[in-house]
């Protein structure tokens, strides 16, 4: 069993969906409230899935939950880019956001590979 906690792409993604979550607030309900959802359920699952799959028995389990990690994170680069086409956001806010999803995929894609690379113990 791992402690998510100490995983730096579950830290990362934390501050992400938390950083999300503020800066949503300002999003009118009227007309933005789906999107507002979406983007930050799209966000809590990025992280909420790695802390999931800490729980796994196996290394292949655990990286099938990092899987489903990136995939969350593809979805909520796809509302970022919807928030930004509706203006929702300034220019340099989802630039900021965009690239920190990104970083974050791109270290669970990592940790997901070694992780299949490196055999059980038993």
Not at 31 to 51: N, P, V
């Amino acid at each position: 069993m791992r402690d998510f906690k100490r995983i730096k792409a579950w830290q990362r993604a934390h501050a992400l969906a938390i950083a999300l979550h503020k800066c949503t607030q300002r999003f009118s309900r009227v007309g933005y409230a789906r999107l507002r959802a979406q983007l930050t359920g799209a966000a809590d699952s990025i992280k909420d899935t790695i802390a999931e799959g800490c729980g796994a028995a196996t290394s292949k389990e655990f990286a099938r939950f990092l899987d489903m990690s990136i995939k969350s994170a593809n979805e909520t680069e796809g509302h970022l880019l919807a928030a930004r086409d509706l203006e929702l956001f300034s220019v340099d806010e989802w630039q900021k956001f965009t690239a920190e999803t990104i970083e974050i995929r791109k270290m669970v894609y990592t940790y997901r590979r070694k992780l299949l690379e490196t055999p059980d113990d038993e």
